[in-house]
Structures are given as structure tokens and as C-alpha cells.
């Protein structure tokens, strides 16, 4: 059976750095950081103050009153990513099977806030005031299950945890469910909202996050030597991923083609990357091998980048591991250091960035490099914008667990 050929007809994001596509893309090239000091919650007595939180979000702009409440924050900003996405693509405007258009969604965590907030009211109320929308309100499926109610789209619907690798999943999931005829168009990617005291506290106690509180801009530092730690954050990223002959027929633009998607698993530890990246480097080789290209032909890396020590260090080896004497030509990045980690949105937002820098021939700037560090000596486009003609991209995400997904973009082409 001939696989058919997926291409992405639509983009949106909400994030630290941006509230939709154009905001984001144009503060990433200019450098911007959205990390700043934590103001939703008393830090006094965390270790880490800062993070990357959504500004300026306004639930009115999708929701009726009434049913903001009835939606953790992570739905809210699934459904902020999904309206710009549907509407970028046109489909709406279009005749088309609903029963052959799907939602597979990422998360790493989901409705913390309301699990929170319900498990509080359990203790001071007790079990007779727990809110009857605090199961579908929190669990994380829920964000996909909403995006199907409102566009009426009634194919394929799951969701993909795997922590940081969780919208590279939905991406790669979604990718082969088009190609083998399950769906026509799937709309992927994933959401986060867990920047809350317990989810925050967790990374604090495991000394995961950056404490350089006083430079909250300059604490995300992907491939520097002084790296200390990631900057949690929140967030959506989805594309609308569809089948070739069905966008076309419709007259849709078109941002690249999906061409490849490798999953693996470390088998090492529960947080620990493995040595030398190599779960990593099988899921980029398994991601060129499925695009049927070599490592040379690939251009451009959207790394995952953390800026924790192990995280750089490993990855820059698993680089070097698959693209061999064609590492060091490879132009490299981490949109996380303007971001934040998003945690389970992370690869979504990630993925329109790769898309965004192939229609754009410009890859935007690694921020905060001030120190080299000889475990990280490739291309990272430090504290610049990179102008580059992009056949082939690939990006990368890496989850607690082991977890690794990897998804190659190819420019489209004539057809």
C-alpha cells in the first residue's frame, strides 16, 4: 500500500513569548524572552521565582462566561491554539467529511490547577462541595474531546502523554493515520498549564529548575556552560496536518510536508537521559530512514534544549552520533530559550517554529549564550538570526521516561 503524503495547511500557538503564530514568530527573531518572575502564586518559599506564563489571555475571546469555568486553563489555551489553527487553515470554509477529520492532542500533566484547587476544597469544605465538572474539567484528554465538540470533527480522537515528547507523539501518530487513510486531516499538537504550586514545588524539590531568579530572562541558556537548570512554562501549539490531494483539491496553503517520524524509548532511567543521547539518535536516525534521506540532506535541528547540564550535553552527542563529519554544518537551535519548557507543548510549539523558519528561510537566535562549553561545540546559533534555505528540518523532543520523539520537515515542493 502506497502511504499518502501529509502536508501542514494550518498553524496556532499561545505561549510565554506570544499569544498567535506572527507574535511569536516575530519575538523569537528579534531574541525576546518571555520569562519573567511568577506573580500567580506566593514563591516566597520555592527555590525558583520565575517562569514563562501566557500574558494578556483573555478566556472571553473563546468561551461563553459561563463556561470558563467549566475549563481547566490548559483547555482554555488548547482551544485558543485550536481557533487560530482551524482558522489558518480555511477548513471550516470548506466542504468535507467530519467523520474523516480527527484531534490528537499532547500533554505532559493536564488539568493540574483544578486538581489543586478541587483537592482544597476537599480538605477546608469537604467531598459534598467538590464541583461536579472536576473530572472532565481536569483529565487530559479533555482539551482533544472539546476541539471535536466545537468544529464538529468526528474521526480519530486521543491523547498522547509522554511527558516532553507528548506533542511530537500526536504529530507522528497523527502523521500515520493520514498516510494509511484513517483521516483526511487531523488537527495535532499539545497544551500545557503547570505553572501551579504542586507541579512547580515538584520541580523545585528535584533541583530541576533554573534559580537564577534576578535575570529571568537570561536564565534560559540552552548549550551554555553556566546552565542551570530549565525554566518551566505553559502554553499550546497545534498544526493542522492533512492529507495532500485533499488540500489541494480545496485550495489550500500549504507550509511543508511531513515526511518522517522516529519513536523510541531510553530504557534508562525515569528522568536521566541515557549516555551519549543514544535513544535520542536512534529516533532522529528512524525519522531521516522514514523520509527515505541521509543525514547530510538534513539543514536545520529545532533541539530540545532544555539548558540542564545532562539534557545539552547528551543531545549535542546523539547530533554527532547520526550526522557524523555533517554535524558541525547542521545549523542547530532551542526555541526554549525565549519560551520556557513547555512541558507537553513544547514539541508543538517547537513544530511551527521549524515550519514557520522553512517558509521563512530564517532560523531565530539561541539566547543568553555567554559561555562555551566543549561538551556543546556545534552550530546553535547563538544570539542570532540564521538566514538558510531549508530543504529538510527535524525536530526534537525528549521526555522524562525516556521518552523521544522526532519529527522531519520537508519544504514543500512543486506538485
Same mark, same amino acid.
Given at each position: 500500500m502506497k502511504k499518502r503524503r501529509v502536508v501542514i495547511t494550518g498553524l496556532g500557538t499561545i505561549n510565554a513569548v506570544g499569544n498567535n503564530v506572527n507574535e511569536t514568530w516575530n519575538n523569537l527573531l528579534s531574541g525576546k524572552s518571555g520569562i519573567t518572575s511568577v506573580t500567580r502564586f506566593d514563591t516566597s518559599n520555592f527555590t525558583t521565582k520565575i517562569a514563562g506564563t501566557v500574558k494578556n489571555f483573555d478566556p472571553l475571546d473563546y468561551f461563553e462566561k459561563k463556561e470558563i469555568d467549566k475549563n481547566d486553563?490548559?483547555?482554555?489555551?488548547? %482551544?485558543?491554539?485550536?481557533?487560530?489553527?482551524? #482558522?489558518?487553515?480555511? @477548513? %471550516?470554509? +470548506?466542504?468535507?467529511?467530519?467523520?474523516?477529520?480527527? *484531534?490528537?492532542?499532547? *500533554?505532559?500533566?493536564?488539568?493540574? @490547577?483544578? !486538581? $489543586?484547587?478541587?483537592?482544597?476544597?476537599? !480538605?477546608?469544605?469537604?467531598?459534598?462541595?467538590?464541583?461536579?465538572? /472536576?473530572?472532565?474539567? %481536569?483529565?487530559?484528554?479533555?482539551?482533544?474531546?472539546?476541539? #471535536?465538540?466545537?468544529?464538529?470533527?468526528?474521526?480519530?480522537?486521543?491523547? +498522547? %502523554?509522554?511527558? +516532553?515528547?507528548?506533542?511530537?507523539?500526536? /504529530?507522528?501518530?497523527?502523521?500515520?493515520?493520514?498516510?494509511?487513510?484513517? #483521516?483526511?486531516?487531523? &488537527? +495535532?499538537g499539545g497544551a500545557e498549564a503547570a505553572v501551579t504550586p504542586l507541579s512547580f514545588g515538584g520541580f523545585c524539590s528535584m533541583?530541576?529548575?533554573?534559580?537564577?531568579?534576578?535575570?529571568? $530572562?537570561? #536564565?534560559?541558556?540552552? /548549550?551554555? !556552560?553556566?546552565?542551570?537548570?530549565?525554566v518551566m512554562s505553559e502554553g499550546a501549539g497545534f498544526m493542522m496536518f492533512e492529507e495532500l490531494d485533499h488540500a489541494l483539491k480545496r485550495g489550500a496553503f500549504i507550509y511543508a510536508e511531513v515526511v518522517g517520524y522516529g519513536a523510541t524509548d531510553d530504557a534508562f532511567h525515569i528522568t536521566a537521559p541515557a549516555d551519549s543521547g543514544e535513544g535520542g539518535a536512534r529516533a532522529m536516525q528512524m525519522a531521516i530512514d522514514d523520509a527515505g534521506i541521509t543525514a547530510a540532506d538534513v539543514?536545520?535541528?529545532?533541539?530540545?534544549?532544555?539548558?540542564?547540564? @545532562?539534557?545539552?550535553?547528551?543531545?549535542?552527542l546523539s547530533i554527532k552520533t547520526i550526522f557524523k563529519e555533517h554535524a558541525s554544518k547542521v545549523v542547530i537551535n532551542s526555541t526554549k530559550s525565549m519560551t520556557g519548557h513547555t512541558l507537553g507543548a513544547a514539541a508543538g510549539i517547537e513544530?511551527?517554529?521549524?515550519?514557520?523558519? &522553512?517558509? $521563512?528561510?530564517?532560523?531565530?537566535?539561541?539566547i543568553n549564550f555567554e559561555t562555551p562549553d566543549p561538551d556543546c561545540d556545534l552550530n546553535y546559533s547563538h544570539n542570532k538570526v540564521t538566514e538558510l534555505e531549508i530543504e529538510y528540518a527535524l525536530s526534537n523532543s525528549l521526555g522524562f521516561g525516556g521518552h523521544n520523539g522526532v519529527i522531519l520537515f520537508r519544504r514543500m515542493e512543486s506538485v
Open positions: 486553563l490548559y483547555t482554555q489555551y488548547s %482551544m485558543a491554539a485550536a481557533a487560530e489553527t482551524v #482558522a489558518n487553515s480555511g @477548513l %471550516m470554509k +470548506c466542504d468535507f467529511d467530519r467523520n474523516k477529520v480527527g *484531534v490528537i492532542t499532547g *500533554v505532559g500533566i493536564g488539568g493540574m @490547577l483544578t !486538581l $489543586e484547587d478541587q483537592h482544597r476544597i476537599l !480538605l477546608e469544605k469537604g467531598p459534598r462541595r467538590i464541583s461536579p465538572f /472536576f473530572i472532565p474539567k %481536569m483529565i487530559g484528554n479533555i482539551a482533544g474531546a472539546s476541539i #471535536a465538540i466545537k468544529y464538529g470533527f468526528k474521526g480519530i480522537n486521543f491523547t +498522547c %502523554m509522554s511527558a +516532553c515528547a507528548s506533542a511530537n507523539h500526536a /504529530f507522528g501518530t497523527a502523521l500515520r493515520s493520514i498516510q494509511y487513510g484513517d #483521516a483526511d486531516a487531523i &488537527i +495535532c533541583r530541576a529548575l533554573s534559580t537564577r531568579n534576578d535575570e529571568p $530572562e537570561k #536564565a534560559c541558556r540552552p /548549550f551554555d !556552560l553556566t546552565r542551570d537548570g530549565f539543514q536545520y535541528i529545532n533541539a530540545h534544549g532544555t539548558s540542564t547540564q @545532562l539534557n545539552d550535553k547528551n543531545e549535542s513544530g511551527i517554529t521549524v515550519v514557520k523558519s &522553512i517558509n $521563512e528561510k530564517l532560523i531565530h537566535p539561541t
